[in-house]
T-cell receptor, first 120, second 117 residues
């Protein structure tokens, strides 16, 4: 159980184009999904939080007009990198939080396999 | 953003050896999660800890929630080559939230493990 999928697993695009990445929770409902960015040999940096049916909220320093997030259902969130530039090249990982609560306000959080974006 | 300190940063060990790593913070958490990330993959949840002092095992892995609630430890016994990867801790607390007010996990800097056969 608790499987999160991402599509595509890797993508190469030209500078100035837009790329959409899908994140799905396959066997559980996720009212909240998160998008992270990871640079080589570094930890995960939270970009934005996506709540089903409402607007995404972005962490400080993340451009919301560049990274468009849509959380259309309890099992699907999408990240669109608009007008991509080479500096947007990175490993993007989504994460879904299981709807059920464990303990005192705690949740288990599961990650997708990641999407490697290369902008040429 | 804020990160938790993990130690060691990296380690080489011989197959069959036991491994210990830890995650420390200057503030308190009420949940600790441990993940393993293979190259080019997303992190996989290994163990979740919800109570101070709790000791939980998952096969050869054992993790403990520090009694001060400011640290957590992960041990791997009898390491094998497939244990290679990066291990991340994540601390959560109801008073830490994303900009939307959602309960948020803070991730550690990672421990890179390499196992020599």
């Amino acid at each position: 159980g608790a499987v999160v999928s991402q599509h595509p697993s890797w993508v190469i695009c030209k500078s100035g184009t837009s790329v959409k990445i899908e994140c799905r929770s396959l066997d559980f409902q996720a009212t909240t999904m998160f998008w992270y960015r990871q640079f080589p040999k570094q930890s995960l940096m939270l970009m934005a939080t996506s709540n089903e049916g409402s607007k995404a909220t972005y962490e400080q320093g993340v451009e919301k007009d560049k990274f468009l997030i849509n959380h259309a259902s309890l099992t699907l969130s999408t990240l669109t990198v608009t007008s991509a530039h080479p500096e947007d090249s990175s490993f993007y990982i989504c994460s879904a939080r299981d709807k059920k609560t464990v303990g005192d306000f705690s949740y288990e959080q599961y990650f997708g396999p990641g999407t490697r974006l290369t902008v040429t | 953003g804020q990160q938790l300190n993990q130690s060691p940063q990296s380690m080489f060990i011989q197959e069959g050896e036991d491994v210990s790593m830890n995650c420390t913070s200057s503030s308190i958490f009420n949940t600790w999660l441990w993940y393993k990330q293979d190259p080019g993959e997303g992190p996989v949840l290994l163990i979740a800890l919800y109570k101070a002092g709790e000791l939980t095992s998952n096969g050869r892995l054992t993790a403990q929630f520090g009694i001060t609630r400011k640290d957590s430890f992960l041990n791997i016994s009898a390491s094998i080559p497939s244990d290679v990867g990066i291990y991340f801790c994540a601390g959560g607390d109801r008073y830490r939230s994303t900009t939307s007010g959602t309960y948020k996990y803070i991730f550690g800097t990672g421990t890179r493990l390499k196992v020599l056969a």
